[in-house]
């Protein structure tokens, strides 16, 4: 005494099951305890979950949200994403569900993103695969002084020009002049900015 034992009730279907118990004494005698009724109520119902952000088929860059919706009957304890199969962040414990992916960790091309829902119980469901492009942009600008030519003997104001070309577009161009910005960056074609060469000896 005292007389126990642990019951993994998740061995048996939900529903209504009996108990007993029976003492033996050393003479060999016997007696069998009231029958006691119970109904089990496991929760082996998994959680629902689906990535709702970026869409499948999205091509994306950069730092992106992922979201996923989950529910469940009891509730949900955590929510866990995936790239490309392997665990991303830490389990999100509270909703709404959601990391943030840096995509430029990844090699641009496709990728895939899921998430797994977890209950208290320790249900789990995946949810449907998720193919993104990564397509960030990773090709340097080319750019070149056309003005003035290299050699060039200058004096009083002078006109720096430059050429400017990228695959994804030239967001803007700082001239230089000894290795020191001059002029606020040049955000439109043509580049440009007028440089006061009495400034320097």
Do not use: C, K
Not at 65 to 88: C, E, M, P, R
Not at 89 to 115: F, I, K, M, Q
Not at 174 to 196: I, M, S
């Amino acid at each position: 005494a005292p007389y126990e034992v642990t019951w993994p009730t998740m061995s048996l279907a939900n529903g209504a099951h009996t108990l007993t118990a029976i003492a033996r004494d050393a003479a060999g005698n016997h007696a069998t305890a009231t029958i006691v009724t119970v109904t089990v109520a496991n929760d082996t119902t998994a959680p629902s979950v689906a990535m709702t952000s970026p869409a499948s088929g999205a091509t994306v860059a950069g730092t992106v949200v992922l979201t996923a919706s989950a529910s469940d009957d009891i509730g949900v304890v955590g929510v866990q994403f995936q790239v490309d199969g392997a665990n991303f962040g830490a389990e999100d414990t509270t909703a709404p569900y959601e990391v943030t992916w840096p995509t430029t960790s990844l090699a641009n091309g496709a990728h895939t993103l899921t998430a797994i829902a977890r209950d208290a119980s320790g249900n789990y469901a995946t949810a449907a695969l998720v193919t993104v492009t990564v397509a960030n942009d990773t090709t340097a600008p080319t750019v070149a002084i056309t003005s003035p030519a290299g050699g060039t003997t200058v004096g009083g104001m002078v006109v720096l020009t430059a050429s400017a070309s990228d695959d994804a577009g030239v967001t803007g161009v700082q001239f230089q002049v000894d290795g020191v910005n001059f002029g606020a960056e040049d955000t439109t074609a043509p580049y440009e900015v007028t440089w006061p060469t009495t400034s320097l000896a």
